[in-house]
């Protein structure tokens, strides 16, 4: 059965399921693209586009070439954006405006692959060789609604990763007159994410940025994305019909070449976190009204 949580103030609210973070609206404007509800809650526009309203990318960002990735002298089973979008996230407590959520994994558990089909290519189980805590906050604030992700390392030897939040937003009108803005003034319209995510590959890469805002002239409505301790941002949309596009803040930019992507190799594109270290990032949405 889906666990759904609501939350809420005075002026906003948020819809949480099964861990997934499915509905964020601010006077009665909806921001999350609501693909990740189950069906019962969908209304028609969430059919369109990406199944999914968020996941977290860990421990790796983007397609796996041949499902494996290299740690040291082994290999292991690996899918698109690795293993915590597998994973349960399990409700540890909640208020009125905010839930805590965890998962946990133990490092020796084979994990159930979500992609995987009888004769299918990608692998049926997938592997990760450390024990780990993913902690997520979702906190309704005066402002809008902070996402926060604690990253803890549980077992006894180093642990290489890349970590990311991948949330999902609705247009907010039409797709021609969509624009996002970084704080150097530097821009991009959303016609520019679709055709990179179509064309190009397969995201738009923003090295070094945190901050963007994003307006629809049509309808005059936007928000203000903040990221902590990402340092980069994708941008991805499936299309010009599926009526949403994501923002990924993420710890590295994979290669761009998706056919390049050869994960825990060069040790200047992932992070490090030690035995019993834990790493925090954050994310916040401001709605502009």
Request: aromatic content about 10%; overall charge negative; charged content about 25%.
């Amino acid at each position: 059965m889906t666990e759904s949580i609501n939350i809420e103030t005075k002026n906003n609210r948020a819809q949480i399921c099964s861990g997934e973070l499915v509905g964020f609206e601010q006077d009665g404007v909806k921001y999350i693209h609501g693909g990740g509800k189950p069906s019962d809650l969908k209304q028609k526009e969430d059919y369109s586009g990406w199944q999914k309203s968020e996941i977290i990318m860990f421990p790796i960002v983007g397609a796996v070439v041949g499902y494996k990735v290299k740690l040291e002298d082994r290999f292991v089973s690996h899918d698109i954006h690795g293993i915590s979008n597998a994973l349960e996230f399990v409700t540890e407590s909640r208020e009125s405006n905010s839930v805590q959520l965890v998962q946990q994994y133990d490092g020796v558990t084979p994990i159930k692959n979500p992609n995987y089909k009888p004769r299918s290519a990608c692998p049926e189980y997938l592997e990760w060789p450390f024990r780990y805590e993913l902690r997520k906050s979702i906190e309704l604030t005066e402002t809008g609604i902070k996402v926060g992700i604690s990253l803890t390392n549980k077992s006894n030897i180093d642990m290489p990763y890349m970590l990311g939040f991948h949330p999902a937003f609705r247009t907010l009108g039409k797709v021609h007159t969509a624009v996002f803005v970084e704080l150097s003034g530097e821009s991009y319209t959303l016609e520019e994410v679709i055709k990179e995510s179509i064309e190009g590959n397969g995201a738009l890469f923003l090295k070094g940025v945190e901050r963007l805002s994003y307006e629809n002239t049509s309808t005059k409505k936007g928000f203000e994305f903040v990221s902590g301790n990402f340092n980069n941002i994708m941008m991805w949309s499936p299309g010009k019909d599926s009526g949403m596009f994501c923002i990924e803040p993420i710890t590295n930019l994979p290669e761009e070449s998706p056919a390049a992507r050869k994960y825990f190799v060069n040790k200047t594109q992932h992070k490090i976190v030690e035995p019993g270290k834990t790493k925090d990032y954050w994310v916040e949405i401001k709605p502009r009204c």
